[in-house]
């Protein structure tokens, strides 16, 4: 038995021993160095400029701009954003390339000897720009008289991408209600704040291909989009990923590594074939890179007197930023996500992006499901205290099981396990229980407690969050397993996969299941990962998906070793590629269709001190449970769960990212605060449900964003039963804590 | 911006710098501009300590100078003239890593790891200074390291276990 241990990862060792690199760490001696630069500009269209004083400067090797970009557009899911903005762009993309439309669009790539001579090239670029209009806000760009960011759309307005789901009888459904919960939420921006900043090399490797070695979620993803660029097959380009230092869905988008290709794509053909070395600082990775979206949720929901749901109308109005990125899906998943785990007999769900000339809205752990939970489920918490019903029993009466059909109409994936896992947070937090002692909490360290401010109270919340890609997109992972022995059995293997390790153990669960499937001992188990030379296409890492489709395509890939392996080949081989159950786009006028293969259900109860004289909250106890179907590795799994817990703390209490007229005004650790040792809950229980998933590979489900999702309404909840007071809108900073509670009278 | 644009044009004069690394005595020539970090990265060839910043605030490059933990990003190059700087290459004896570093393997305190030398190392200044420390104690002195993934629980938890551990040997 190789699944359900723990033992330790591969990448341990090399880690705590300081021997692991990084790609800021793998730099060649003879490396060049590049600087990316970015426009400065929200909104402006570049009238000129001319690189030569910045090629005059002792040290600039090259200067790369929008002349040198075969094909300037690119997008993971749109094509809508220039490689590099510049007057002087080919034009076969369709958006305008000499617009920049945020501040970090990026305008040229100065390679020098040294980044210093670098940054000199870049700080001598003379630029000339004809300011546009700043669209700073969803409002401002929802302005009758707004200029349209991207006109090649067609649309008439910034809005793009409308959903709608039209379900059953809305009129009959509101004439049915007997409580009506109405209110409008806001929800934040948040910096993924991996603690390694971008960082690649770029070289032409020896059978020619562009190659860029650095971090990211999706080896072959990566690889469409650089090749798209260059106007190269995508044979011609080679990703390979160093370790990663977290990603979180921050590095599922390019960065850095467009800009590297370009450069030595080009210099290679000007004759410099040195590799190029790029990093970010971390002012210039929170600027440069896209953000969890901010939005705007307005929520109503009907139901009767016993707390049964009859109707909900949702309107969702996310902030795409400048470009899409992956904006289309995330609203997509908001869009499912703010009707909850619930079954809603009558609903009207409308939901759009909106383009702004600010820092682009992106994947980040949760992928819209925060925005959507956290509507939902403080209308729900709202409801329970109206109806001064339990807000877990409310829960269970509207909660979906097996059989049932979602949002949008379509019989949710076997396999729902709303209830067990509602049920089994409540019994193991003892929510219906009155809540233990803790210690007086101090906000201020230096001063003793004072009793007299402090307020407890509890909160709950539940959701569910797919696992794997949504909507159509098409769903592959592919994964090679070679059988060596001169036995009857293996006695070692091989394991080809590109799936990206970005901290979170993904390489040893795909070691542990080949073991499991293999018969081959653990440490006879070779990884070979994350290098497209090698490897095919994993899909992302992302999307609570890479465990349940890498574990699919494993034991598909060892099937087929084993029957080569009968039929006596040495080594015996086995490829596969795994496709899971079609997924389907969502009817433009009713939302009918069957968006997801597979889902993950979860639940937290939260447990908080609230100091009423300074607005300082304490999380004192978070029971955070999740049907995760199979534990492949149980240690790394409550690690997935603690790490969640303590980002989506930053997200609901701390973390504010200040965007002010398309510009980010606080791009650094000592302003954009981040949990530290000292501000985390102080207990965190992961309760741990193996609710085997009829598709999952040994049962298993995804768990990387589930204890991410419910957080912010849980805490919000307790802050409530502490206080008396709603705050529809976070980061519960203490000063908006303060103001709340003052506007309350308390 | 024209920081950078003097830095290349003038010739920046190199200094000399000796000091102790991991108990080797080194020396390398850098600039009064370089960073310790800079230094130990590109000069010195040491790659444990990360720049997670370069403001002093995550702690990811933390290094001991002279016992004491210090954000290299912070310190000029030439600064550590005289100094014993302590660095993660320098935590284990030979093959046999530290405790600490065994604990935090063990025990799953580390993910993405680009954290981790600058929490081995304001652990081991902590455990140098107090053998036995509470876990609010504990917390004090990891304050100056930011990690993103793992939720912190499971490096208070290899820490006290590390303690144990130094305390039994």
């Known amino acids: ?746 | 911006m024209s920081l950078g644009k003097e830095m290349s044009l003038k010739k920046m004069s190199r200094t000399h710098v000796n000091c102790t690394i991991n108990g080797d005595e080194v020396d390398f020539l850098t600039t009064d501009a370089t960073s310790l970090l800079d230094a130990l990265r590109d000069e010195v060839g040491l790659t444990g300590a990360k720049e997670g910043c370069g403001t002093g605030d995550c702690g990811a490059c933390s290094v001991l100078v002279d016992g004491r933990i210090q954000c290299s990003c912070l310190i000029f190059a030439p600064e550590a003239e005289g100094r014993h700087i302590t660095t993660v290459e320098g935590m284990a004896d030979g093959e046999h890593l530290h405790p600490l570093q065994q604990t935090f393997l063990e025990g799953a305190a580390l993910q993405c790891g680009i954290c981790t030398p600058g929490f081995l190392l304001a652990a081991k200044a902590l455990l140098d200074e107090n053998p036995a420390p509470t876990e609010t104690e504990i917390r004090y002195g990891l304050a100056g390291n930011l990690c993103r993934c793992t939720g912190y629980d499971k490096i208070i938890r290899a820490v006290q276990e590390a303690a144990v551990q130094l305390k039994g040997a």
């Open chain 1, 1 to 746: 038995m190789s699944i359900g241990q723990s033992p330790v990862r591969q990448d341990a060792a090399p880690k705590a021993d300081g021997s692991i690199q990084y790609a800021g760490d793998a730099v060649p001696d003879n490396a060049l160095h590049a600087v990316i630069v970015f426009s400065g500009r929200p909104h402006a269209r570049m009238v000129s400029m001319s690189t030569d004083a910045a090629r005059a400067i002792a040290g600039v090797v090259d200067v790369i701009t929008a002349a040198d970009v075969p094909v300037n557009e690119y997008g993971l899911t749109m094509l809508d954003q220039p490689a590099l903005v510049g007057v002087d762009h080919t034009g076969v993309a369709a958006v305008d390339g000499a617009i920049s439309r945020w501040e970090a669009d990026q305008i040229a790539v100065v390679i020098g000897e040294s980044r210093a001579a670098a940054g000199a090239g870049a700080a001598a670029l003379d630029v000339d720009w004809e300011d546009l209009p700043i669209l700073g806000t969803i409002d401002d760009a929802l302005a009758p008289d707004a200029p349209l960011l991207h006109p090649e759309n067609g649309l008439p307005t910034n809005a793009y991408h409308p959903l709608k789901i039209r379900r059953g009888d809305l009129e009959a459904g509101w004439a049915d209600a007997e409580v009506v919960i109405e209110g409008t939420y806001t929800v934040p921006h948040q910096e993924h704040a991996y603690l390694q900043p971008e960082a690649g090399t770029a070289y032409i490797d020896d059978e020619g291909r562009v190659t860029i070695e650095g971090g990211g979620q999706w080896t072959t993803e990566d690889r469409e989009q650089v090749a798209h660029v260059l106007g190269l097959p995508d044979e011609r380009v080679r990703i390979v990923y160093k370790a990663i230092g977290g990603a979180f869905g921050g590095k599922e988008d390019m960065s850095i590594q467009i800009a590297l290709g370009l450069a030595a794509m080009r210099l290679a053909e000007r004759g410099e074939r040195r590799p190029i070395h790029c990093r970010w600082s971390r002012e210039e990775s929170i600027v440069g890179h896209h953000k969890r979206h901010r939005g705007r949720i307005h929520l109503r929901l009907g139901a009767t007197n016993e707390g049964i749901i009859t109707a909900l109308e949702a309107d969702v109005t996310l902030d795409a930023g400048a470009y899409n990125y992956t904006s289309n899906k995330v609203l997509g998943n908001a869009h499912l996500t703010v009707s909850g785990a619930y079954r809603v007999p009558n609903a009207r769900i409308d939901s759009r992006a909106v383009y702004t000339t600010t820092v682009p809205g992106g994947a980040f752990r949760g992928f819209g499901g925060p925005q959507g939970a956290f509507a939902i489920e403080t209308t729900m918490n709202k409801l329970a205290a109206a109806l001064d019903i339990d807000p877990v029993k409310l829960r269970l009466l509207n909660a979906v099981v097996d059989g049932d059909e979602g949002i949008t109409q379509a019989v949710l994936p076997e396999g729902v396990t709303a209830v067990e896992v509602i049920t089994a947070c409540a019994g193991r937090a003892a929510f219906n229980e009155p809540m233990a002692d803790v210690e007086p909490f101090a906000p201020i360290a230096t001063l003793p407690p004072e009793p007299t401010v402090t307020r407890r109270g509890r909160g709950f919340a539940t959701s569910l969050k797919n696992v794997g890609f949504s909507f159509g997109f098409p769903e592959r992972c592919e994964a090679e397993i070679h059988l060596h022995g001169d036995g009857d059995e293996p006695t070692s293997a091989d394991l080809f996969h590109g799936g990206a390790e970005v901290g979170q153990g993904n390489h040893l669960a795909m070691r542990q299941m080949t073991a499991e499937v293999t018969g081959v001992t653990l440490d006879r188990i070779r990884g070979h990962f994350s290098d497209t030379a090698t490897s095919g296409d994993p899909g992302s890492a992302s999307a609570s998906r890479l465990t349940f489709m890498s574990g699919n395509s494993i034991l598909g890939a060892a099937e087929e070793a084993e029957k080569a392996w009968r039929d006596g080949q040495r080594p015996a081989i086995g490829r596969f590629r795994y496709t899971p159950p079609p997924t389907e786009s969502l009817d433009e006028e009713t939302g009918e269709g069957q968006p997801n293969f597979c889902y993950g259900y979860m639940a937290q109860a939260v447990e908080v001190t609230v100091d009423t004289g300074t607005g300082h909250i304490r999380v004192d106890r978070v029971t955070s449970t999740h049907d995760v179907g199979r534990a492949i590795n149980p240690r790394m799994l409550r690690g997935q769960v603690e790490g969640a817990v303590v980002q989506a703390h930053g997200y609901v209490l701390s973390e504010d990212l200040q965007v002010s007229d398309g510009f980010i005004t606080n791009p650094r650790l000592s302003a954009y605060l981040i949990p530290g040792i000292g501000d985390i809950p102080t207990e965190v229980d992961s309760q741990i449900l193996e609710l085997a998933d009829p598709l999952g590979p040994f049962g298993a489900r995804g768990v990387a964003e589930m204890p991410f999702i419910t957080y912010a309404p849980a805490v919000i909840a307790a802050v409530h039963d502490a206080t008396g007071v709603w705050f529809d809108e976070f980061p519960l900073t203490p000063s908006r804590v303060v103001a709340g509670l003052r506007n309350a009278g308390i």
